[in-house]
């Protein structure tokens, strides 16, 4: 059979390409053609040129330039984000750190399959914002991600390399900077064989031809002469996919919801500028001198002038007519496939799975593999639906497509089944619908790769070279159809999802997960102790499978007990749940400070310590996460005052949590809830982070709540980004919000009043209660403010002016506003114990 011959021969390859295929499979409908879209395919098939877009985030990118070279040059075009935005903020939900950058690396594949381009990563870990390429230098390992990069030039093989950013302090962002930075040293690299030697067991070197700066209006002064650069006019109109470039664009950076970046279409003329920073000298074009037709390949011309005539041949009203012209190319294609790699074998294979897909659509031919269920167990049979459907109109010209065999395939390319009962004819409007067994073959969760292990506050730790530069997982399992079509045999491989109707939004597909026979969620995202009586902790035990059997316990640090200390668990149903209730207390050997509690299962003799995390927005595919059944658990010494705390939702995050932690009864308020007489009952009215940029009715709504603090009340708003307020004055007396933050979390604080009530009522603040904080000390910081606010505190980055408006309190009446930066949002979820003493002195103020 083909099928086993082709895996051995270009297992290699696969492998080292494994993320260029599936960027666009996982967890989405299957994907069908308009004829303009077959059409715009088969005019890139003559096209053999590369470019790789490079920067720092999800975001970063050029949407426009990515949809231009993609749709409009018809370019391989990719980009490169150094890191997958986890350190910044969510918009959208409460998830942050390694759950945000999941839902980051999503929305970046959502984006791609808009625009055209492909999406590749490194193993850096976007800790959070950072001034300087030396400071970002220090956190991330530098020849980690330098190699990452070059690993993506030398599978990619770009003719020209393209970053957003300027290496130098005009990049904004210690990650811009070093992305650029990088990028120059990787030009050189990949062509180099003494660097990386490692990676040319799987790829070969490749020197790109020209490395460019894409710089935009950010970066140029007013009346700056542009003539050294080399402009391109992005702005045009695709015709064939009914759009201008900068209409794409905008779909495509619109899918970065989480950042709020929803962006509106533009049309007409677009230019972008480009600086050439290495390689060839360009005078007009960034691409001039390079050949990107099939004259690069040896041999290729025949193939070339195949595609032509296909082209020219090509009946919108029937694409079928084109598959006898395909057939010629991919034949002609696969007398230049040689078994060794060499620099022509890329763009092989690369077209061979350009025309392999161009049969598909021109068929029409329909292909799904669907599991009876979301999840799956090791060792767990798995019934199947398989749905192949032709959807052409047979005519003397079209060949007939025959289905020879069906594989059900496992992550190492294994065929696990093939029976002869698969091997069925196949003809016109023919639909196939089977019930199968597999096996899972999986040794593994579906836990995404760069998460499998604990890496640094700087990088990922991703061990399998294969792996890295990938987006996402492999599909858990996938089923390999193989066609006989006009005399050739041709081979479709689709991913194993799960599909389900909702009755509001129709027919909805999830990846199909590979999950632990049983998934331990320990409830909470810290345990605060401010004295010895015992805290419950729900632990929530959910089956993989049915029939799961065993015991559960908690591992406490020392003077720590728990009750009970082990207690048994029977789960007779597959996705059945049950909650164990702890009583846990620390004892009078228990330390002060931050700790740890971990749940742990044990089910025939094998324990498991990981729970069960599921992600779901619309406007990206399901994803399930497998985080270590662990929590903070802090005991710190802790007085409050004032016990009802009404709390305003902004952008979304765990402060309420943390208050009801220490003791606080918290109401979350709607925005119809804002008024005088409503907020009397409050002891203080916390505002969560972002609510100034994302509660449109506090536009109308400020006179209530300063009225609430002139009568009495207290006011705690948290950081407010400094653009697109919902009104210019968000406090009683004027400030002016900044950028302005402090991003070593750990920077020395001075008090700048010790007597101020902040620091002394009721607990006494010191230097310490601003140890161990995580990823940055504030952010957003005002840059000016009426003298009736008064300061708190003073920290500053190295070789920074001191930054004095962490917090700033002022009395109204007979009440008090606060405003701070402080980063509470991320420090209270991660227990950091300082957090919880300084914002309980915030809500009792006055008290």
Same mark, same amino acid.
Request: glycine content about 8%.
């Given at each position: 059979?083909?099928?086993?011959?082709?895996?051995?021969?270009?297992?290699?390859?696969?492998?080292?390409?494994?993320? &260029?295929?599936?960027?666009?499979?996982?967890?989405?409908?299957?994907?069908?053609?308009?004829?303009?879209?077959?059409? *715009?395919?088969?005019?890139?098939?003559?096209?053999?040129?590369?470019? +790789?877009?490079?920067?720092?985030?999800?975001?970063?990118?050029?949407?426009?330039?990515?949809?231009?070279?993609?749709?409009?040059?018809?370019?391989?075009?990719?980009?490169?984000?150094?890191?997958?935005?986890?350190?910044?903020?969510?918009?959208?939900?409460?998830?942050?750190?390694?759950?945000?950058?999941?839902?980051?690396?999503?929305? *970046?594949?959502?984006? @791609?399959?808009?625009?055209?381009?492909?999406?590749?990563?490194?193993?850096?870990?976007?800790?959070?914002?950072?001034?300087?390429?030396?400071?970002?230098?220090?956190?991330?390992?530098?020849?980690?991600?330098? #190699?990452?990069?070059?690993?993506?030039?030398?599978?990619? @093989?770009?003719?020209?390399?393209?970053?957003?950013?300027?290496?130098?302090?005009?990049?904004?962002?210690?990650?811009?900077?070093?992305?650029?930075?990088?990028?120059?040293?990787?030009?050189?690299?990949?062509?180099?064989?003494?660097?990386?030697?490692?990676?040319?067991?799987?790829?070969?070197?490749?020197?790109?031809?020209?490395?460019?700066?894409?710089?935009?209006?950010?970066?140029?002064?007013?009346?700056?002469?542009?003539?050294?650069? +080399?402009?391109?006019?992005?702005?045009?109109?695709?015709?064939?996919?009914?759009?201008?470039?900068?209409?794409?664009?905008?779909?495509?950076?619109?899918?970065?919801?989480?950042?709020?970046?929803?962006?509106?279409?533009?049309?007409?003329?677009? +230019?972008?500028?480009?600086?050439?920073?290495?390689?060839?000298?360009?005078?007009?074009?960034?691409?001039?001198?390079?050949?990107?037709?099939?004259?690069?390949?040896?041999?290729?011309?025949?193939?070339?002038?195949?595609?032509?005539?296909?082209?020219?041949?090509?009946?919108?009203?029937?694409?079928?007519?084109?598959?006898?012209?395909?057939?010629?190319?991919?034949?002609?294609?696969?007398?230049?496939?040689?078994?060794?790699?060499?620099?022509?074998?890329?763009?092989?294979?690369?077209?061979?799975?350009?025309?392999?897909?161009?049969?598909?659509?021109?068929?029409? &031919?329909?292909?799904?593999?669907?599991?009876?269920?979301?999840?799956?167990?090791?060792?767990?049979?798995?019934?199947?639906?398989?749905?192949?459907?032709?959807?052409?109109?047979?005519?003397?010209?079209?060949?007939?497509?025959?289905? /020879?065999?069906?594989?059900?395939?496992?992550?190492?390319?294994?065929?696990?089944?093939?029976?002869?009962?698969?091997?069925?004819?196949?003809?016109?409007?023919?639909?196939? $619908?089977?019930?199968?067994?597999?096996?899972?073959?999986?040794?593994?969760?579906?836990?995404?790769?760069?998460?499998?292990?604990?890496?640094?506050?700087?990088?990922?730790?991703?061990?399998?070279?294969?792996?890295?530069?990938?987006?996402?997982?492999?599909?858990?399992?996938?089923?390999?159809?193989?066609?006989?079509?006009?005399?050739?045999?041709?081979?479709?491989?689709?991913?194993?999802?799960?599909?389900?109707?909702?009755?509001?939004?129709?027919?909805?597909?999830?990846?199909?997960?590979?999950?632990?026979?049983?998934?331990?969620?320990?409830?909470?995202?810290?345990?605060?102790?401010?004295?010895?009586?015992?805290?419950?902790?729900?632990?929530?035990?959910?089956?993989?499978?049915?029939? /799961?059997?065993?015991?559960?316990?908690?591992?406490?640090?020392?003077?720590?007990?728990?009750?009970?200390?082990?207690?048994?668990?029977?789960?007779?149903?597959?996705?059945?749940?049950?909650?164990?209730?702890?009583?846990?207390?620390?004892?009078?050997?228990?330390?002060?400070?931050?700790?740890?509690?971990?749940?742990?299962?044990?089910?025939?003799?094998?324990?498991?310590?990981?729970?069960?995390? /599921?992600?779901?927005?619309?406007?990206?595919?399901?994803?399930?996460?497998?985080?270590? #059944?662990?929590?903070?658990?802090?005991?710190?010494?802790? $007085? @409050?005052?004032?016990?009802?705390?009404?709390?305003?939702?902004?952008?979304?995050?765990?402060?309420?949590?943390?208050?009801?932690?220490?003791?606080?009864?918290?109401?979350?308020?709607?925005?119809?809830?804002?008024?005088?007489?409503?907020?009397?009952?409050?002891?203080?009215?916390?505002?969560?982070?972002?609510?100034?940029?994302?509660?449109?009715?506090? @536009?109308?709504?400020?006179?209530?709540?300063?009225?609430?603090?002139?009568?009495?009340?207290?006011?705690?708003?948290?950081?407010?980004?400094?653009?697109?307020?919902?009104?210019?004055?968000? %406090?009683?007396?004027?400030?002016?919000?900044?950028?302005?933050?402090?991003?070593?979390?750990?920077?020395?604080?001075?008090?700048?009043?010790?007597?101020?009530?902040?620091?002394?009522?009721?607990? $006494?603040?010191?230097?310490?209660?601003?140890?161990?904080?995580?990823?940055?000390? %504030?952010?957003?910081?005002?840059?000016?403010?009426?003298?009736?606010?008064?300061?708190?505190?003073?920290?500053?980055?190295?070789?920074?002016?001191?930054?004095?408006?962490?917090?700033?309190?002022?009395?109204?009446?007979?009440?008090?506003?606060?405003?701070?930066?402080?980063?509470?949002?991320?420090?209270?979820?991660?227990?950091?114990?300082? #957090?919880?003493?300084?914002?309980?002195?915030?809500?009792?103020?006055? $008290?």
């Amino acid at each position: 059979m083909r099928l086993t011959r082709l895996r051995a021969a270009v297992l290699a390859f696969l492998l080292a390409n494994s993320a &260029l295929s599936l960027t666009e499979a996982q967890a989405q409908a299957p994907k069908t053609y308009t004829s303009s879209e077959i059409l *715009l395919g088969l005019k890139k098939l003559n096209v053999l040129g590369s470019v +790789l877009y490079m920067a720092a985030h999800p975001d970063d990118e050029n949407t426009r330039l990515i949809a231009y070279m993609a749709n409009g040059r018809l370019l391989e075009t990719g980009y490169l984000s150094c890191t997958r935005g986890d350190g910044g903020q969510n918009l959208i939900g409460p998830e942050l750190r390694e759950q945000l950058g999941v839902i980051r690396t999503q929305e *970046l594949l959502a984006a @791609r399959r808009i625009d055209g381009g492909r999406q590749f990563f490194t193993r850096a870990n976007d800790f959070g914002f950072s001034k300087t390429a030396e400071e970002t230098f220090t956190i991330w390992d530098k020849e980690q991600v330098l #190699a990452d990069m070059v690993w993506v030039i030398r599978q990619r @093989r770009p003719d020209v390399l393209i970053t957003r950013f300027p290496p130098d302090a005009r990049a904004g962002h210690g990650h811009h900077t070093a992305s650029a930075i990088l990028a120059a040293e990787a030009f050189d690299a990949a062509g180099d064989p003494k660097r990386f030697p490692e990676q040319l067991k799987y790829v070969q070197v490749w020197q790109p031809k020209r490395l460019f700066w894409n710089t935009g209006s950010f970066f140029v002064k007013p009346g700056e002469n542009m003539d050294g650069y +080399l402009r391109l006019d992005a702005g045009g109109y695709n015709p064939l996919l009914g759009q201008s470039y900068g209409e794409i664009a905008a779909r495509s950076r619109s899918q970065h919801k989480s950042q709020g970046f929803g962006s509106a279409a533009t049309r007409g003329e677009a +230019l972008e500028y480009l600086q050439q920073v290495k390689g060839d000298k360009a005078s007009k074009d960034p691409f001039e001198g390079i050949d990107m037709s099939w004259n690069r390949v040896k041999g290729g011309a025949a193939v070339g002038k195949l595609v032509e005539e296909a082209i020219r041949k090509y009946d919108s009203g029937n694409p079928s007519g084109s598959v006898a012209g395909l057939l010629k190319v991919r034949a002609s294609l696969m007398k230049l496939n040689v078994e060794s790699l060499s620099k022509e074998e890329f763009w092989v294979q690369q077209k061979e799975k350009q025309v392999n897909e161009l049969i598909r659509a021109s068929l029409g &031919l329909y292909l799904e593999a669907v599991a009876n269920n979301p999840s799956v167990v090791v060792g767990e049979n798995v019934p199947l639906t398989l749905e192949v459907t032709s959807r052409f109109i047979p005519s003397g010209q079209t060949p007939k497509a025959e289905l /020879v065999s069906v594989a059900y395939v496992g992550q190492e390319f294994a065929v696990t089944t093939v029976g002869k009962e698969d091997k069925l004819p196949f003809g016109r409007q023919s639909l196939l $619908k089977r019930e199968v067994v597999f096996s899972a073959a999986d040794s593994v969760t579906s836990q995404p790769y760069w998460l499998n292990t604990r890496g640094s506050i700087g990088m990922y730790n991703v061990k399998e070279q294969q792996e890295c530069g990938q987006p996402e997982n492999d599909p858990s399992i996938e089923v390999s159809f193989e066609f006989l079509i006009g005399g050739q045999s041709i081979e479709y491989t689709v991913p194993v999802q799960y599909k389900s109707t909702d009755p509001v939004e129709g027919e909805k597909y999830r990846p199909l997960t590979v999950v632990p026979p049983v998934a331990v969620n320990i409830g909470g995202r810290a345990y605060v102790f401010a004295d010895n009586t015992p805290k419950t902790i729900p632990v929530t035990l959910r089956a993989g499978r049915a029939g /799961v059997k065993g015991s559960l316990a908690l591992t406490l640090p020392a003077g720590w007990k728990a009750t009970p200390a082990t207690a048994s668990f029977d789960l007779a149903a597959k996705d059945a749940e049950q909650t164990v209730f702890f009583q846990v207390q620390p004892g009078a050997g228990a330390a002060e400070g931050k700790s740890e509690v971990r749940a742990v299962a044990t089910v025939d003799g094998q324990q498991y310590s990981r729970g069960y995390q /599921v992600i779901q927005y619309n406007h990206i595919p399901t994803q399930t996460l497998f985080p270590e #059944a662990v929590a903070p658990l802090v005991k710190l010494d802790l $007085k @409050r005052k004032g016990q009802e705390i009404g709390y305003l939702m902004g952008a979304g995050d765990e402060v309420p949590d943390a208050l009801r932690q220490i003791g606080y009864n918290v109401t979350l308020l709607k925005p119809e809830d804002i008024s005088a007489d409503y907020l009397r009952r409050f002891d203080a009215v916390v505002l969560g982070v972002r609510a100034y940029n994302t509660v449109a009715q506090l @536009r109308n709504l400020q006179p209530n709540l300063l009225k609430y603090v002139e009568n009495g009340g207290n006011v705690v708003v948290q950081y407010v980004v400094n653009r697109g307020t919902v009104l210019p004055e968000i %406090g009683p007396y004027p400030l002016k919000l900044s950028a302005d933050r402090v991003t070593v979390e750990n920077a020395a604080v001075t008090l700048l009043n010790p007597k101020q009530p902040l620091l002394n009522t009721p607990n $006494k603040i010191t230097s310490k209660d601003f140890e161990g904080w995580q990823q940055e000390q %504030g952010l957003y910081y005002p840059s000016s403010w009426d003298p009736k606010y008064q300061t708190v505190i003073s920290s500053h980055d190295p070789g920074e002016a001191a930054k004095e408006s962490a917090i700033l309190v002022a009395d109204y009446g007979k009440g008090h506003y606060i405003y701070t930066g402080l980063s509470l949002f991320r420090e209270l979820p991660a227990g950091v114990p300082g #957090a919880y003493r300084l914002l309980t002195n915030m809500v009792s103020l006055g $008290k």
